[in-house]
């Protein structure tokens, strides 16, 4: 499993950064994901990297959320700023695509207005 951490209470427009550590077997030959699942949602990738760096966002988080990796200490980030309360959500790591077998218990976020 991979598991997340980070995740916490904030008011709107404020900042969180998730971290989220795996082994080298899973991080070196993989590319990486951000998933979240709302209440009554359906759980959705918003930021994903690959092995070589390219990056993409779902639009809406597009400008306000960063996704990084450190391949030396495998390890994947997420920078959260200007945080709305739909950003409101547990928050998953996993390889992109997803493996059923990696879904840990996520980070609760959880965004005040």
């Known amino acids: 499993q991979l598991q997340a951490s980070g995740g916490g209470l904030v008011q709107a427009r404020g900042s969180l950064r998730l971290s989220c550590a795996a082994s080298g077997r899973i991080f070196s030959i993989n590319g990486m994901g951000w998933y979240r699942q709302a209440p009554g949602k359906q759980r959705e990738l918003v930021a994903s990297?690959?092995?070589?760096?390219?990056?993409g966002y779902v639009s809406s988080v597009r400008g306000r959320f960063t996704i990084s990796r450190d391949n030396a200490k495998n390890t994947l980030y997420l920078q959260m700023n200007m945080l709305k309360p739909e950003d409101t959500a547990v928050y998953y790591c996993?390889?992109?695509?997803?493996?059923?077998?990696?879904w840990g218990q996520g980070t609760q976020v959880t965004v005040s207005s």
């Open positions: 996993n390889t992109n695509p997803s493996n059923a077998n990696y």
């Open positions: 990297i690959t092995i070589a760096g390219y990056i």
